[in-house]
C-alpha cells in the first residue's frame, strides 16, 4: 500500500486550487478584463452553484465508476476547462466563452471534492485519517494563497511586461491548466487501489432512498428555523463585502478604489491577506478546544464583524500600501476567526446517524447563504459608491447577528 504521503498532499492541493481560481480569481480577472462591478459580482457569484448543488448528485458518484476513477477524470477535465478559459481570454467575445468554461469547471470541482473525500476515507484508516487532517487542511490553504497569491501576482508582473492584459492572463490560466494536467496524470499513476473502492458499489434505489431519508431527517430538525437563519444570514454582511473587496483595492482612486496594481494585489490580498486568514482559522479552533463554543460564540461574532470597518475607513481615508497591507490583513484575521465559530456550529448541529450527509447539506446551504448576497453586491456599489457601500456592509452585520441569540442553549452548552 502506497504512503499517504505520496497522495494526500496533493489531493488536496488540487481541491483547493479550482475553487480559489473559480471563486475569487476570476473576480480580479474580470476587473482587469474591463467589467463592470455589478456584472463582476453577478455572474462570479452564481458560479457558487454547484457548491449549492453538489448535495444532490454527491450519491450519484456511488452509481458510476470508483472514486479514484472520479478522481484522475475530473482532473483531466479540469486542465481541459482552464485551457479553454485561457483561450477564451485571446478572442473579441471573451465573456460567454470564459464564463461557460468557468461554470463547468465549477461542476466538475465540485465532483472532484466529493470525489477526493470519499476516495480519503476509503484509503486511510481511522488513525491515518485523524494524523492527515490537518496535512490535507495545510495543502488546500497553500493551493489557495498558489492561486490567488502567486499566480495573481505573475498576471501581475506580465500584464507590465507585456502591456496586454489578456495575453497576460490567457498564460496564468495555461499554467493552471497545465498544473492540473500534470497533478492528473500523477495521481494516475500514484494513488491505490483502495480494496472498499468498488464501481457502482450501491444500487441506484437505495442511494436515492436514502438521500431522501438524509434531507428529511435534516429538515425535521427541532430548531431547524434558527439553523436556516444562521446558515444564511451569518455571513451575510462578509459575503457583499467580499465580491468587492478586490475590485475595491483595483479601482483607481478617481473611482473611489485604492489604485493597487494586479501584482500588488496578489501580494496584499492573495497572500498576506490569506495567511492572516488561515493564522486566524487556527487561532479560532485553538480559543475554542481551550474554551468552549458557549464562551467563544459572541467574541467570535464580534471579530467576523468588527473588521469590516477597515474597509469603510479605507474607502474614506485612502491610506497608503503599508496600512491598507495591515487593515486588509485584520479583516481576514477577524474573518479567520469568526468563521471557525460557524464551521464549529455546523458540526455540532449535524449530529445522529446521518451527522456526514447533514454537514454537507449544511455547507450546500451555506454556499447558497454567500451566492444570494454576491448577486446584488457588486449593483449595489455601482449606485451607492464605495463609500457608502462598504458603510451598508457594515450595517449589514446587525441582521447578521440576529440569528445568534436564538440559538438553543442545549447546543451552546453541548458544544461547550
Same mark, same amino acid.
Given at each position: 500500500?502506497?504512503?499517504?504521503?505520496?497522495?494526500?498532499?496533493?489531493?488536496?492541493?488540487?481541491?483547493?486550487?479550482?475553487?480559489?481560481?473559480?471563486?475569487?480569481?476570476?473576480? #480580479? %480577472?474580470? *476587473?482587469?478584463?474591463?467589467?463592470?462591478?455589478?456584472?463582476?459580482?453577478?455572474?462570479?457569484?452564481? !458560479?457558487?452553484? =454547484?457548491?449549492?448543488? *453538489?448535495?444532490?448528485?454527491?450519491?450519484?458518484?456511488?452509481?458510476?465508476?470508483?472514486?479514484?476513477?472520479?478522481?484522475?477524470?475530473?482532473?483531466?477535465?479540469?486542465?481541459?476547462?482552464?485551457? %479553454? #478559459?485561457?483561450?477564451?481570454?485571446?478572442?473579441?467575445?471573451?465573456?460567454?466563452?470564459?464564463?461557460?468554461?468557468?461554470?463547468?469547471?465549477?461542476?466538475?470541482?465540485? $465532483?472532484?471534492?466529493?470525489?477526493?473525500?470519499?476516495?480519503?476515507?476509503?484509503?486511510?484508516?481511522?488513525?491515518?485519517?485523524?494524523?492527515?487532517?490537518?496535512?490535507?487542511?495545510?495543502?488546500?490553504?497553500?493551493?489557495?494563497?498558489?492561486?490567488?497569491?502567486?499566480?495573481?501576482?505573475?498576471?501581475?508582473?506580465?500584464?507590465?511586461?507585456?502591456?496586454?492584459?489578456?495575453?497576460?492572463?490567457?498564460?496564468?490560466?495555461?499554467?493552471?491548466?497545465?498544473?492540473?494536467?500534470?497533478?492528473? !496524470?500523477?495521481?494516475?499513476?500514484?494513488?491505490?487501489?483502495?480494496?472498499?473502492?468498488?464501481?457502482?458499489?450501491?444500487?441506484?434505489?437505495?442511494?436515492?432512498?436514502?438521500?431522501?431519508?438524509?434531507?428529511?431527517?435534516?429538515?425535521?430538525?427541532?430548531?431547524?428555523?434558527?439553523?436556516?437563519?444562521?446558515?444564511?444570514?451569518?455571513?451575510?454582511?462578509?459575503?457583499?463585502?467580499? *465580491?468587492?473587496?478586490? =475590485?475595491?483595492?483595483?479601482?483607481?482612486?478617481?473611482?473611489?478604489?485604492?489604485?493597487?496594481?494586479?501584482?500588488?494585489?496578489?501580494?496584499?490580498?492573495?497572500?498576506?491577506?490569506?495567511?492572516?486568514?488561515?493564522?486566524?482559522?487556527?487561532?479560532?479552533?485553538?480559543?475554542?478546544?481551550?474554551?468552549?463554543?458557549?464562551?467563544?460564540?459572541?467574541?467570535?461574532?464580534?471579530?467576523?464583524?468588527?473588521?469590516?470597518?477597515?474597509?469603510?475607513?479605507?474607502?474614506?481615508?485612502?491610506? =497608503?500600501?503599508?496600512?491598507?497591507?495591515?487593515?486588509?490583513?485584520?479583516?481576514? %484575521?477577524?474573518?479567520?476567526?469568526?468563521?471557525?465559530?460557524?464551521?464549529?456550529?455546523?458540526?455540532?448541529?449535524?449530529?445522529?446517524?446521518?451527522?456526514?450527509?447533514?454537514?454537507?447539506?449544511?455547507?450546500?446551504?451555506?454556499?447558497?447563504?454567500?451566492?444570494?448576497?454576491?448577486?446584488?453586491?457588486?449593483? !449595489?456599489?455601482?449606485?451607492?459608491?464605495?463609500?457608502?457601500?462598504?458603510?451598508?456592509?457594515?450595517?449589514?452585520?446587525? =441582521?447578521? $447577528?440576529?440569528?445568534?441569540?436564538? #440559538?438553543?442553549?442545549?447546543?451552546?452548552?453541548?458544544?461547550?
Amino acid at each position: 500500500m502506497r504512503s499517504p504521503w505520496a497522495f494526500v498532499p496533493t489531493l488536496y492541493f488540487a481541491e483547493g486550487l479550482p475553487y480559489v481560481l473559480i471563486n475569487s480569481v476570476s473576480v #480580479i %480577472l474580470y *476587473k482587469r478584463m474591463g467589467l463592470s462591478n455589478a456584472r463582476i459580482a453577478f455572474w462570479t457569484s452564481f !458560479l457558487y452553484l =454547484p457548491w449549492v448543488l *453538489k448535495m444532490f448528485w454527491g450519491p450519484l458518484v456511488d452509481l458510476r465508476w470508483t472514486r479514484r476513477r472520479w478522481v484522475v477524470s475530473t482532473q483531466l477535465f479540469m486542465a481541459c476547462c482552464l485551457f %479553454l #478559459i485561457a483561450a477564451s481570454l485571446l478572442g473579441p467575445g471573451f465573456l460567454p466563452l470564459s464564463l461557460l468554461a468557468f461554470t463547468v469547471g465549477a461542476f466538475v470541482s465540485a $465532483t472532484h471534492d466529493i470525489a477526493v473525500d470519499g476516495f480519503y476515507m476509503m484509503s486511510l484508516g481511522p488513525q491515518d485519517q485523524a494524523f492527515f487532517s490537518g496535512i490535507r487542511s495545510t495543502f488546500y490553504r497553500l493551493a489557495m494563497i498558489f492561486g490567488s497569491g502567486a499566480l495573481v501576482y505573475l498576471a501581475g508582473r506580465l500584464e507590465a511586461f507585456t502591456g496586454q492584459t489578456a495575453l497576460s492572463w490567457a498564460a496564468v490560466l495555461a499554467v493552471s491548466g497545465a498544473t492540473f494536467l500534470g497533478l492528473g !496524470l500523477y495521481h494516475w499513476k500514484m494513488l491505490p487501489y483502495p480494496a472498499a473502492d468498488l464501481e457502482g458499489s450501491s444500487g441506484r434505489r437505495e442511494l436515492l432512498a436514502g438521500f431522501g431519508e438524509v434531507l428529511r431527517s435534516y429538515f425535521a430538525k427541532d430548531d431547524i428555523k434558527v439553523m436556516l437563519a444562521f446558515i444564511l444570514l451569518y455571513r451575510f454582511a462578509e459575503a457583499l463585502l467580499l *465580491k468587492m473587496a478586490a =475590485p475595491f483595492l483595483l479601482d483607481s482612486l478617481e473611482a473611489g478604489g485604492m489604485g493597487l496594481s494586479t501584482s500588488q494585489v496578489g501580494i496584499v490580498y492573495g497572500t498576506t491577506g490569506l495567511l492572516a486568514l488561515v493564522l486566524g482559522g487556527v487561532l479560532g479552533g485553538w480559543l475554542i478546544s481551550r474554551y468552549g463554543f458557549r464562551k467563544c460564540l459572541w467574541p467570535m461574532v464580534f471579530c467576523l464583524h468588527l473588521p469590516d470597518l477597515a474597509y469603510a475607513y479605507m474607502a474614506w481615508a485612502h491610506p =497608503p500600501l503599508l496600512v491598507v497591507a495591515g487593515l486588509v490583513a485584520l479583516e481576514q %484575521l477577524g474573518y479567520g476567526v469568526g468563521y471557525a465559530a460557524f464551521t464549529v456550529y455546523l458540526l455540532y448541529t449535524a449530529e445522529g446517524r446521518y451527522q456526514t450527509s447533514h454537514y454537507a447539506v449544511s455547507t450546500g446551504i451555506m454556499a447558497l447563504g454567500m451566492m444570494l448576497p454576491g448577486f446584488i453586491s457588486g449593483a !449595489l456599489q455601482q449606485a451607492t459608491g464605495y463609500k457608502t457601500f462598504f458603510l451598508i456592509v457594515v450595517l449589514m452585520t446587525i =441582521p447578521s $447577528t440576529l440569528p445568534v441569540f436564538f #440559538i438553543r442553549r442545549e447546543t451552546l452548552t453541548g458544544a461547550s
